[in-house]
């Protein structure tokens, strides 16, 4: 669906929409992203206006229901409280939404994660993604528990951690639950550690039941790379970055994350070397093939908008700022959609350029130091996919030799 408001919106923010349009124009948007962006903040003050809320009055939880009214109205954009950052953001700093009450620093939910938000990020040093996925798990858990406004933890019981555990698996899937069981336990473990609870009941989270690695690695094939790099326009900035992406990404193996926060001092041109800043604060050398090289080059010197910036990579519109993960994510889908064929994820091409390696007679060894595992574990699933190791190894089927 999309969003269309009359030349005079209705409610309480009608004030405040040509400014905001206004604001992201400045901001380096696009005329049309501005455009879209105002079009949610005019619904979002017809919605108030509706619902007899003043603009002061405006908390999160609120804007949490207009999201979900949103989702309900079929609406696909826009329905999260995060998605709705840009509209909340620029009225904050106007000062029409109260900063505290934006932020909800009274919600016990949110008091008890933000110590554990820290904990995740300083003492488990995990990705933002990574920290950010157990961070919303552990919402979802600690809103269950919340009983006439009061988070009381000390009376937490095993039976209500499984019965979030059974809830959760009816909405997701094996994989989904893999992650919300992980983020479950982690949780428990640190409101033990910490004494918020008397007794570790991580024990009382169920386990999901899958089978480690009973599925080959999904990698591509070298046609399937061709495509993808020959939809890049190497004549536009947003190819040149396209291009360059997916050359770290098939060629050596990056993470997405990783492709967003390699820096221009990460690129040693005269040893021809990378510096990788990878997962767990991990940090690597690897070469830096000239063929990869060239397309950094061709980027930096014909696509790379001017910036102060240290960044390799950055945003195509909008402010001056570096390229997301999920930009980087989403450099393989937009290139796949232009290709005509089916999605390729980022990850797939990291398991080709692990493939790579293998096909021209590498080992597991070079397999996990291209790939920078932490473990020889994490490398194993690739001596599936080693058919000359395999064969060497694999004994004949009984009786075949006799025909």
Not at 27 to 47: K, M
Not at 104 to 112: F, I, L, N, Q
Not at 150 to 176: H, K, M, Q, W
Request: overall charge positive.
């Amino acid at each position: 669906m999309v969003d269309r408001y009359p030349a005079r919106v209705p409610g309480p923010l009608a004030s405040y929409v040509a400014g905001f349009r206004a604001e992201l124009v400045v901001l380096g948007y696009a005329p049309r992203v501005a455009q879209d962006n105002a079009y949610v903040l005019a619904h979002l003050s017809r919605w108030l206006e509706s619902e007899g809320i003043a603009a002061a009055e405006l908390t999160s939880r609120q804007v949490v229901r207009f999201a979900e009214a949103r989702r309900e109205g079929g609406y696909r954009r826009w329905v999260t409280l995060r998605s709705l950052r840009r509209q909340l953001g620029y009225l904050r700093e106007i000062g029409v939404i109260p900063r505290e009450e934006y932020q909800e620093t009274g919600c016990p939910v949110e008091r008890a994660l933000r110590p554990y938000r820290l904990y995740l990020h300083r003492e488990r040093r995990l990705a933002e993604r990574t920290a950010r996925q157990r961070v919303d798990v552990a919402r979802r858990f600690l809103r269950v528990q919340v009983k006439e406004g009061e988070l009381r933890l000390d009376r937490l019981e095993p039976a209500a951690v499984t019965g979030f555990i059974v809830d959760e698996s009816r909405r997701y899937a094996t994989g989904s639950m893999k992650v919300t069981t992980t983020a479950v336990r982690s949780l428990l473990r640190y409101l033990f550690v910490t004494g918020v609870i008397d007794r570790d009941l991580a024990e009382a989270v169920p386990s999901v039941a899958s089978w480690r690695m009973s599925n080959l690695p999904a990698g591509v094939d070298s046609g399937t790379v061709t495509m993808l790099l020959a939809s890049c326009d190497q004549a536009t900035s947003v190819g040149c970055r396209d291009f360059a992406v997916l050359m770290l990404m098939a060629r050596l193996g990056l993470r997405a994350h990783e492709v967003a926060a390699l820096r221009l001092d990460d690129v040693d041109w005269r040893a021809g070397e990378l510096v990788i800043h990878g997962k767990g604060g991990r940090v690597d050398r690897l070469p830096l093939p000239a063929d990869v090289g060239a397309a950094l080059a061709g980027y930096l010197r014909q696509g790379r908008r001017p910036s102060l910036r240290r960044e390799v990579f950055l945003r195509s519109c909008g402010p001056d700022a570096p390229m997301s993960r999920q930009s980087a994510v989403m450099v393989t889908r937009c290139a796949s959609r232009r290709a005509g064929i089916p999605a390729v994820g980022a990850h797939q091409l990291r398991h080709r350029a692990a493939s790579q390696v293998l096909a021209q007679g590498g080992n597991l060894a070079e397999v996990a130091q291209l790939l920078r595992h932490h473990g020889e574990d994490t490398t194993a699933i690739y001596a599936k996919v080693d058919r000359a190791a395999l064969a060497a190894v694999a004994r004949p089927w009984p009786g075949a030799g006799e025909r």
